[in-house]
Nanobody, 122 residues
Framework: QVQLVESGGGLVQAGGSLRLSCAVS????????MAWFRQAPGKEREFVAS????????DYADSVKGRFTISRDIAKNTAYLQMNSLKPDDTAAYYC???????????????WGQGTQVTVSS
């Protein structure tokens, strides 16, 4: 069974940086798109960033453009989210997701991780 495991969350002061990782084990498909979502308390889950199978194409939510960078290491089945200039509004549980196949943009996401908490203090 496929498993997505996020890591790298924590507590950081405003203006600081964190790097999240998402490792995929036992993937259902040999190629897939990866993405990050987040959910703050009392709010709906929202899209943060996604990256194509090749890694050449990335998409970002307007709220994180210029501050966050998504990347991936295909050989390691791992995606990363480098978060710089963090703001208190970035506080949320961050979830990794995969969409099997290479269709871009993806229609849906098929598997999800359990999430990692990011807390940004002011």
């Amino acid at each position: 069974q496929v498993q997505l495991v996020e890591s790298g969350g924590g507590l950081v002061q405003a203006g600081g940086s964190l790097r999240l990782s998402c490792a995929v084990s036992r993937p259902t498909s040999s190629s897939y798109i990866m993405a990050w979502f987040r959910q703050a308390p009392g709010k709906e889950r929202e899209f943060v960033a996604s990256i194509s199978w090749s890694g050449r194409i990335a998409d970002y939510a307007d709220s994180v453009k210029g501050r966050f960078t998504i990347s991936r290491d295909i050989a390691k089945n791992t995606a990363y989210l480098q978060m710089n200039s963090l703001k208190p509004d970035d506080t949320a549980a961050y979830y990794c997701a995969v969409s099997w196949g290479t269709r871009w943009p993806p229609v849906k996401y098929d598997s999800w991780g359990q999430g990692t908490q990011v807390t940004v203090s002011s």
